[in-house]
């Protein structure tokens, strides 16, 4: 069992900045491969950025270049470092995790799940 908590949402104008972390509960955190997915209203949950649990990291085509995602086995976290926010990143981010042991998009690959955080980036 994994349980997951998100922290980091809040309100920002665009252009912002905004730092989500995700703490996990359980020994075998570092066997896990981790997600930030985001769901915004009327809209599927999309993948944003994936660490497994070797090194490899993955983001998402549409936030290239502005988010970036990092873990911390040590510590138990995962964290979704986002620069140059768009009013289109607008969105409930939640914390996911699997063992497939490869980058996995749909959120139905995801065994564990956090209770999501808002972000919210006004124009």
């Known amino acids: 069992q994994l349980q997951l908590v998100e922290s980091g949402g809040g309100s920002v104008q665009a252009g912002g900045s905004l730092r989500l972390s995700c703490v996990a509960s359980?020994?075998?955190?570092?066997?896990?491969?981790m997600g930030w997915f985001r769901q915004a209203p009327g809209k599927e949950r999309e993948l944003v950025g994936a660490?497994?649990?070797?090194?490899?990291?993955y983001v998402a085509d549409s936030v290239k270049g502005r988010f970036t995602i990092s873990r911390d086995n040590a510590k138990n976290t995962v964290t979704l470092q986002m620069y140059s926010l768009k009013p289109e990143d607008t969105a409930v981010y939640y914390c996911?995790?699997?063992?497939?042991?490869?980058?996995?998009?749909?959120?139905?690959?995801?065994?564990?799940w956090g209770q999501g955080t808002q972000v919210t980036v006004s124009s």
């Open positions: 359980g020994r075998t955190f570092s066997s896990y491969d």
């Open positions: 660490a497994l649990s070797g090194s490899y990291t």
């Open positions: 996911a995790a699997n063992r497939y042991g490869s980058t996995r998009t749909r959120a139905e690959e995801y065994d564990y």
